[in-house]
């Protein structure tokens, strides 16, 4: 019997990638596994130590990284997201490592969307809910941050209604009633629709919703530095009656929606939330 040895055919370069990038997304998962059920447990898990994530997303971790929000490949970007929150809810108060988790936090606040992303997509990985629970936390510690419950009341405007909802959920557990009422205020507003206006091409043009929606986050900002409470907003009429021109020389009543319009379907969702 003759026994030799024959060498195994090398992988090509491209195959020698493909297998890197395999790995780096086993291993990215694994860590934001354990960066996810810190954060729902609300205590480091085993697994690893926090030194150990925080040099692992720190090594991915980089300038652009979060200048818009990645789909399919999302692991890379949501793993430095999710360690980030976990340093500041369950790390020390202060340090290098906490400084760069706040810097994390700016970069994911100034994120883009995907362009023609739709409104109620879930997506349970996405940053912004990694800055939201950063905020809540800080918003609940002996000295928060300045600007956290500004930043809170903005991402209510975010473009995914999941993230809106999220950092509504935030603002109604508060420490400070003055923060839930003008979150209060806030979604009340928000539940008023104003009306598209069609354009001559058939094109439905929302500008007049979307720069109500604008102002009224804006107010809200603004209502942070009263210590008065503003009254809720009145809420619009189910229906106004108004006359309709049938032809040249007759007229008709009718009802129709008010402009703006009370949108139920809005505030089923945020209501439920208040704190009562």
Known sequence: MLI?????????????????????????????????????GNALVEGMTLSEAIAFARERDGDKIFAERAEAEHTGQTVVSAVA????????SSGEDVDWAWRVMERVGAMR????????????WHPSKHLVAALAHDRR?????????????EL??????????????????????????VAAHLAMELSFHHR?????????????????????????????????????????PAWVRVSRRRSIDAEEEGWV?????FDGIFAARIFSMFPI
Do not use: C
Request: no cysteine; hydrophobic share 35%.
């Open 85 to 92: 929150a976990v340093v500041i809810r369950l790390g020390p």
């Open 141 to 153: 510690s002996a000295t928060p941050r300045k600007d956290s419950a500004r930043r809170l009341i």
């Open 196 to 236: 598209p206006e069609i354009r001559a091409n058939g094109e439905r043009d929302d500008s007049a919703n979307q720069r109500a929606r604008r102002q009224s986050v804006e107010r809200a900002v603004e209502r942070l530095a009263k210590p008065e409470p503003a009254p809720l907003a009145a809420m619009p």
């Open 4 to 40: 030799g040895y024959e060498a195994p055919d090398l992988m090509s370069q491209d195959e020698e990638e493909r297998l890197q990038k395999a790995r780096s997304n086993l291993q990215e998962y694994s860590v934001l596994g354990w960066a996810t059920r810190s954060l729902s």
């Open 156 to 181: 209510t405007a975010h473009p995914l209604d999941e993230v809106s909802e999220f950092a509504f959920t935030a603002l109604f557990v508060d420490p400070d009633e003055h923060v839930r009422w």
């Open 257 to 261: 929606e008010p402009d703006p319009a």
């Open 113 to 124: 969307e995907p362009k023609g992303e739709f409104r109620g997509a879930k997506i349970p």
